[in-house]
Nanobody, 114 residues
Framework: QVQLVESGGGLVQAGESLRLSCAAS????????VGWYRQAPGKQREFVAE???????NYAGSVKGRFTISRDNAKNTVYLQMNSLKPEDTAVYYC????????WGQGTQVTVSS
């Protein structure tokens, strides 16, 4: 059974940083695509960043240059380093794995105050 657990969310001021973690069990993240998505109140869930099994990365234009996705294979965990946060980054952030299986985490709230 695949389980993804996000953590690291919180309340920060604009310009500050947060690092989100997505820890997995039941699946090897390094063998799959892992993505971060977010959903703001009243809006659809949107793509933020992803990392492939080869380590290549892709970012949404709104976060490129500010967010960095990375992976620790030993910990079977994917991270999202978020710098220079803006109020419009406020959302619930979800981790998704796809490949040998497909699963979402439960989400972690990120709130950025102006």
């Amino acid at each position: 059974q695949v389980q993804l657990v996000e953590s690291g969310g919180g309340l920060v001021q604009a310009g500050e940083s947060l690092r989100l973690s997505c820890a997995a069990s039941g699946i090897i993240l390094s063998a799959n695509f892992v993505g971060w998505y977010r959903q703001a109140p009243g809006k659809q869930r949107e793509f933020v960043a992803e990392i492939s099994s080869y380590g290549s990365t892709n970012y949404a234009g709104s976060v490129k240059g500010r967010f960095t996705i990375s992976r620790d294979n030993a910990k079977n965990t994917v991270y999202l380093q978020m710098n220079s946060l803006k109020p419009e980054d406020t959302a619930v952030y979800y981790c998704q794995v796809r490949g040998s299986s497909f699963s979402w985490g439960q989400g972690t709230q990120v709130t950025v105050s102006s």
